[in-house]
Nanobody, 126 residues
């Protein structure tokens, strides 16, 4: 599978951005998806995940209430709506696909994901 993330950019604190991640192939709906981010000089961290049907989502505490993940299986796309952005949200954001199909849940561990997009840079100015 190929994952292509886009939608990043420069935004002022308090602003919003919507990231998209488009997947190739016909098996998108079989897999949980996740978003991770990596800030300069820091390790990659979990942001949010969504189950394959979209019925359950899991958020990092740092983004809960501000970010919303969703997916459209008909379009092979997962979205990340980011509101009330803060300078500390500045990072490269990566979408990822879980390595195991047909799971009921989704993981916060990056090791559970084996397909990664190229990343899209989000910069939040103060």
């Amino acid at each position: 599978v190929q994952l292509q993330a886009f939608g990043g950019g420069l935004v002022q604190a308090g602003g919003s951005l919507r990231l998209s991640c488009a997947a190739s192939g016909r098996t998108f709906s079989r897999y949980a998806m996740g978003w991770f981010r990596q800030a300069p000089g820091k390790e990659r961290e979990f942001v949010v995940s969504i189950t394959r049907g979209g019925g359950s989502t899991y958020y990092a505490d740092s983004v809960k209430g501000r970010f919303t993940i969703s997916r459209d299986n008909a379009k092979n796309t997962v979205y990340l709506q980011m509101n009330s952005l803060k300078p500390e949200d500045t990072a490269v954001y990566y979408c990822a696909r879980d390595s195991t199909p047909f799971l009921d849940g989704s993981s916060r561990r990056s090791a559970a994901y084996d397909s990664w997009g190229q990343g899209t840079l989000v910069t939040v100015s103060s």
